[in-house]
């Protein structure tokens, strides 16, 4: 009899233990159904969206910051760039401006150093004293370095074609040679070049 419940006890435990094991496999089931609904567990489904919306607004935002960083990027360009032609145009301008003034401050040194060539020609045609020629010739010496250091040459214009470009005809004359006809045979004034640019015509008689 004792022997009888306790196999009752032990089939009834079996079946408890049967009916537990079923239900937990019936839950897992169903969890696994609602897992298996959307791709995603229904429980989680509303972070899930959250965190994809997240993740759209921080897509979004790093677009708009690529976007702001390449306009200032562009702006920044621009302004160097704008910066660096206004620099260009100021250094241009300045040195124009020095360029003209000591251009003109040269221009007016000119009549000077004709005069010294005038005044060195006449001593050769007459008695003076050789140390006021030799004076004379340093100092003449003198005025021509300074221009050549300032950038100032003379035109060559003696025996060259006339070129109105550097050259103002003043007069004609006879040609003394067939060689010279159309050529420049004498120099009334000295013509100059500033770095190129024509400081002064020079004044010049054409062979005919």
């Known amino acids: ?26 839950r897992e089931a169903s969890c696994e159904k609602n897992s298996m609904g959307n791709g995603e567990p229904q429980e989680c489904g509303a972070e899930g969206n959250a965190v994809e919306e997240r993740a759209e607004r921080l897509d979004a935002d790093l677009e708009a910051l690529r976007k702001e960083l390449a306009e200032t990027k562009d702006r920044l360009l621009r302004l160097t760039a704008e910066f660096d032609n206004y620099r260009k145009r100021t250094l241009r301008e300045r040195s124009e401006l020095i360029s003209q003034a000591s251009g003109k401050t040269l221009e007016a040194l000119l009549p000077v150093v004709d005069d010294f060539d005038r005044a060195l020609a006449s001593c050769e045609k007459c008695d003076t004293l050789p140390s006021m020629v030799e004076g004379l010739e340093l100092i003449r010496k003198s005025l021509y370095g300074f221009l050549k250091k300032e950038g100032v040459e003379e035109i060559e214009a003696k025996g060259l074609s006339l070129d109105t470009d550097v050259h103002d005809a003043v007069a004609k004359t006879p040609a003394p040679e067939e060689k010279l006809k159309g050529k420049i045979v004498d120099v009334v004034r000295k013509g100059y070049k500033l770095r190129g640019v024509v400081l002064r015509h020079a004044q010049v008689v054409v062979g005919e």
């Open 1 to 26: 009899m004792k022997k009888k419940r306790e196999n009752e006890k032990f089939e009834e435990g079996c079946a408890q233990e049967e009916s537990q094991e079923k239900q937990s496999s019936e």
